[in-house]
């Protein structure tokens, strides 16, 4: 499934761009500089490797925030997860998930309430376990939709608070929801 998901997010990322609009400044394939300096990467960004790229995304991406652990109980959840934590970080992604489930809880009478610290962990996937559980099987296509509904707004204040983003926002709608 990661290796799927991984071509997928290069196929859109492309190769090396270094758009004046964008701070996080030169990427390729997708990871910005700071990632792949911050994963050993020492040369040029329009050298970096695909091999490379896919290390940090399977790691970083996938392993680190477990989202392979969330795509045994809710493949599409955990592709959702995956896209949006490349986009806006792992821990926003998980952060999604989890005011998602404590809004959808019916105020706490099907699980605990999950503490937002943007971590999947024990408390998260207990609370995922339950909340698929009770809501059978169109949980994850609701789930899905919660965490999109919440990175559309992100982009749409992105754009708002700083115009510079606007250049973004129709790829970002186009390519990252739904």
Known sequence: ???????????????YSDHPADRGGATRFG???????????????????????????????W????????ATRAPTLAAELFDTGVNMGPAVAVTFLQRALNALNRG???????????????QTLAALDRFLLTRRTSGETVLVKAIEAMQGECYMALAEQRPANEAFLYGWLANRLG
């Open 1 to 15: 499934m990661i290796d799927q998901l991984i071509d997928a997010v290069i196929d859109r990322e492309g190769g």
């Open 31 to 61: 990871i910005t500089e700071a990632v792949a300096r911050a994963n050993g990467y020492a040369g040029d960004m329009r050298h970096f490797s695909r091999a490379a790229a896919v290390a940090i995304y399977r790691r970083i991406y």
């Open 63 to 70: 392993t680190r925030p477990a989202f392979d652990q969330v």
């Open 108 to 122: 706490a009478s099907d699980y605990p309430d999950v503490v937002l610290d943007g971590r999947v962990g024990a």
